[in-house]
């Protein structure tokens, strides 16, 4: 089956283009795109001159097989996926147990097959249980599928232990993803230090914590050589080391996330813990400087790290309360708000939600060159709605978006040619 994809307005991130034009899809790949007069095809979707880009591939999706699964199946997160655009799920391994045997991956990628629209690549724990004293065995799971190996935000505090992984990693060419913080700073804290966190006597992490952690990271990928990427840089005094290590031709890229990118400090107010998050919300100094980066190319991804959590985590005290929000069906229309404040073009939103992930985790979507894996999201950056938590098809419900105004609504998603949303 061939389809073309007509009065489109074509988001290309690798060509840096926002324009309208023509796509025609065929057996799963882009076969060919411009503009003009467009061929003829068996089935045609008329894009009414609304955007379409490459799906998103979104890195540090919590699914909660095994051991969680009241919180979210891989078919409740496909489904959210397919609505949100997200076409490549990159999978966390901080379930219960960890992903760090082989046969634990096994059965989540034989799962995920079953059970989700959209296509899974999953993470496996860098150590055992993810407790930071023995490392896995990180190429028996690369040969089982494994696309990069993270304790997620659980920080090994024994460098020691961490250099051997780091040196057996870089010796099979395996992508380690960090989550950079010291961890005695940041341990118990709820908020970033500040004004705000003093008024709300809560427990604060200083955002030097991220800049030590991401330090002591950069030593050891200067020492050892391997692949790195950290998972969430969220502050401006982190950039800077960032800047060097890549003036350093060091194997370092990293990503934020959405929440970091469009709230603040502030936006916990009374107490919400819908706002509770990890590492927790920011100042709006940070926030803008986060975004900078981003439009730079300095910060290399925009995810949602999604993280569901039931209503008896987080209907608790603040301090007490779990970190985590649900991201996939609100990334894109959280990023729109970038877009309409003129923060980020929809190609810089794009390359960051979508052609720089695929490229750093070694996967073919993100592009819309010819040759290219069809999956494809089309979407209305202008449509207004106001989000209901209790519409997403996540089992949980816990997003900061809750009852706002928000633009950006996703009409259609394509994996490998074939609709999985929408019609």
């Known amino acids: 089956m061939t389809i073309l994809f007509k009065n489109a307005r074509l988001i290309d991130p690798e060509a840096g283009s926002d324009a309208p034009g023509w796509l025609v899809v065929s057996d ?28 998103i591939v979104d890195i540090g999706v919590k699914i909660c097989e095994p051991g969680e699964r009241h919180k979210e199946s891989f078919r409740s997160a496909g489904l959210a996926a397919a609505a949100g655009g997200v076409t490549t799920m990159v999978t966390r391994a901080d379930t219960l147990p960890a992903i760090d045997t082989p046969e634990v991956l096994e059965f989540v990628t034989r799962r995920a097959a079953q059970d989700s629209p959209v296509r899974i690549a999953p993470m496996a724990a860098l ?44 010796s099979l060419d395996a992508l380690v993803i960090a989550h950079p913080q010291e961890p005695g700073l940041s341990a118990g804290a709820a908020v970033t230090s500040g004004k705000f966190a003093a008024l709300k006597g809560l427990p604060a992490v200083s955002p030097m914590a991220e800049r030590m952690g991401l330090d002591r990271d950069i030593a050891l990928v200067e020492m050892t050589g391997v692949k790195y990427h950290a998972d969430q840089i969220t502050t401006r005094r982190a950039l800077p080391a960032l800047e060097r290590a890549k003036a350093n031709g060091f194997d ?70 779990a970190s985590g929000a649900v991201g996939l069906e609100t990334l894109l229309p959280a990023a729109m708000r970038l877009y309409h404040a003129e923060l980020l073009t929809l190609p810089q939103l794009f390359r960051a939600m979508a052609l720089n992930p695929a490229r750093r985790l070694g996967l073919p979507g993100g592009r819309l060159s010819a040759g290219a894996q069809a999956d494809l999201v089309l979407f209305d950056p202008d449509a207004p709605f106001v ?9 949980s419900k816990n997003t900061p978006f809750d009852g706002q ?19």
């Open 252 to 321: 370092v890229t990293v990503g934020t996330s959405i929440h970091h990118l469009t709230l603040n400090a502030l936006d916990v107010g009374d107490y919400r813990t819908f706002f509770k998050v990890k590492p927790p919300l920011r100042s709006e100094t940070d926030r803008l400087a986060v975004i900078e980066a981003v439009a730079s190319g300095l910060i290399d991804t925009i995810s949602s790290f999604h993280t569901p959590q039931d209503e008896e985590s987080k209907r608790l005290p603040f301090e007490e309360a």
């Open 28 to 55: 799963g790949t882009v076969t060919q795109l411009g503009t003009g007069e467009p061929p003829a095809a068996g089935e045609v979707v008329d894009c009414a001159g609304k955007c379409l880009a490459p799906g």
């Open 127 to 170: 150590t055992k249980e993810r407790a930071g004293r023995e490392m896995v065995e990180i190429g028996f799971l690369l040969d089982a599928g494994a696309v990069a190996f993270s304790d997620g935000d659980t920080v090994t505090g024994d460098t020691k232990v961490l250099s051997r992984a780091f040196t057996y990693a870089r």
């Open 405 to 423: 105004r928000m633009e950006g609504r996703v009409l259609g998603t394509w994996v490998g040619g074939e609709r999985v949303y929408g019609g």
């Open 387 to 395: 989000l209901d938590r209790f519409t997403l098809r996540s089992k």
